[in-house]
C-alpha cells in the first residue's frame, strides 16, 4: 500500500534490538507527549503500542505465569523435604493439610505417587542407614505414606482405561516389610480400570496359595533392594506352576533391577517395568498378547 508504513518497523527503529517489552514500553510516552511530535509520527506511535508492544506485553505476562504455574503444579525440592518432616512426626494431620495444599496448587496424583512419596521413602532409609532414625520411625512414616494414597485429601485419580482390561495380583517379596511401591502400584491399575488384588505375603508357600486359589492375569512382583535375583527365579518358577492360570505373566520392578537393567531377565519373568506408569502399559501389551494367542 503506497505510503503505509508498517508499525513494527516504526516500533523497531526508536529501540533496535529492544526485548524487554516492559522496560521499551515507557520510553514511547516521551514522544507520544513530545509537541515537536508531527500528527502522522504519534499515530503511527499509537497504532504500533497498539498492535506490536501491547501484545508482545501480554504475550511475555502470559508465559511469565505459566512458567510459574508449571512451577507451583510441579514437586520440588522443597516439598520432598517437608513432606519428610511430617511424616516423621507425631502429627499426621499436618500431612494430609500439607497434601490438600499439593492439590490446589493443581499438583496431580500421578506427580505425587511418582516424584513425590518414593523420594521420601529413599531418604527415610538413607537416614536409617545413617542413625539418624530408627527402624520403627521408617516403617511409621512410611505406613502414613501408604494412609495418605487413600485419603480424601489426595487429588484424585484421572480414569483412563482400556476397552479390556484384566485381573492383577500385587504383591512384594514375601517377608518384605515395607509395601509402599506396591500401594503406589495399584493405585496405577485401578487408574486404568484394572481389577486388583493387593498381598503381602509372610512366606512363599502363602503366596502360591494364594495364586494356586484365584485366576489372574497377571503378577506383579515387588523387589526390594536386598533382594536375591536367583531366590526371585526359584519363586518365580514356583508361582508358574502352582498358578491356576497356566499363561499368568509376570511382571517385576524394584530398585535392583533399575540399578541394573537387563537383569530381570534371570528372574523368569516376562518383563519388566521402569515405574508404575510403565508397568500398566506393559501389562496392557501383555495381557492383549494373551487374548490373541490360540
Same mark, same amino acid.
Given at each position: 500500500?503506497? @505510503?503505509?508504513? $508498517?508499525? #513494527?518497523?516504526?516500533? $523497531?527503529s526508536i529501540h533496535p534490538g529492544e526485548a524487554e517489552v516492559p522496560q521499551s514500553l515507557p520510553r514511547y510516552s516521551k514522544h507520544l507527549n513530545d509537541p515537536g511530535s508531527s500528527k502522522a509520527t504519534r499515530s503511527l506511535l499509537e497504532d504500533a503500542i497498539r498492535r506490536v508492544a501491547l501484545p508482545r506485553l501480554l504475550a511475555a505476562r502470559m508465559a511469565e505465569t505459566r512458567v510459574a504455574n508449571a512451577a507451583l503444579s510441579s514437586i520440588c525440592e522443597h516439598d520432598i523435604r517437608q513432606m519428610m518432616a511430617h511424616v516423621t512426626s507425631? $502429627?499426621?494431620?499436618i500431612a494430609e493439610a500439607s497434601m490438600m495444599v499439593l492439590a490446589l496448587r493443581g499438583v496431580s496424583? #500421578?506427580?505425587?505417587l511418582l516424584n513425590l512419596f518414593p523420594p521420601v /521413602? /529413599?531418604?527415610?532409609? =538413607? =537416614?536409617? @542407614?545413617?542413625?539418624s532414625i530408627t527402624f520403627a520411625d521408617v516403617t511409621l512414616a512410611i505406613s502414613r505414606l501408604q494412609r495418605l494414597i487413600g485419603s480424601s485429601a489426595m487429588p484424585q485419580p484421572a480414569l483412563h482405561g482400556v476397552a479390556q482390561t484384566g485381573k492383577i495380583l500385587i504383591t512384594q517379596l514375601p517377608g518384605d516389610a515395607h509395601s509402599l511401591c506396591a500401594v503406589i502400584l495399584e493405585d496405577f491399575f485401578r487408574s486404568a480400570l484394572w481389577e486388583t488384588a493387593r498381598c503381602a505375603p509372610k512366606s512363599e508357600t502363602e503366596l502360591a496359595e494364594r495364586i494356586g486359589r484365584a485366576r489372574y492375569d497377571v503378577l506383579a512382583i515387588s523387589i526390594s533392594r536386598n533382594a536375591s535375583l536367583s531366590s526371585v527365579a526359584l519363586l518365580v518358577r514356583r508361582l508358574r506352576r502352582e498358578s491356576v492360570n497356566t499363561r499368568i505373566a509376570i511382571l517385576v520392578g524394584g530398585q535392583p533391577l533399575l540399578a541394573n537393567p537387563g537383569t530381570w531377565k534371570r528372574t523368569g519373568a516376562d518383563a519388566t517395568a521402569p515405574d508404575p506408569a510403565c508397568a500398566v502399559a506393559v501389562a496392557n501389551t501383555l495381557l492383549q498378547t494373551m487374548l490373541h494367542e490360540p
Open positions: 500500500m503506497s @505510503g503505509y508504513t $508498517d508499525p #513494527e518497523t516504526v516500533f $523497531d507425631s $502429627d499426621h494431620h496424583r #500421578e506427580d505425587i /521413602a /529413599a531418604r527415610l532409609h =538413607e =537416614e536409617w @542407614g545413617k542413625d
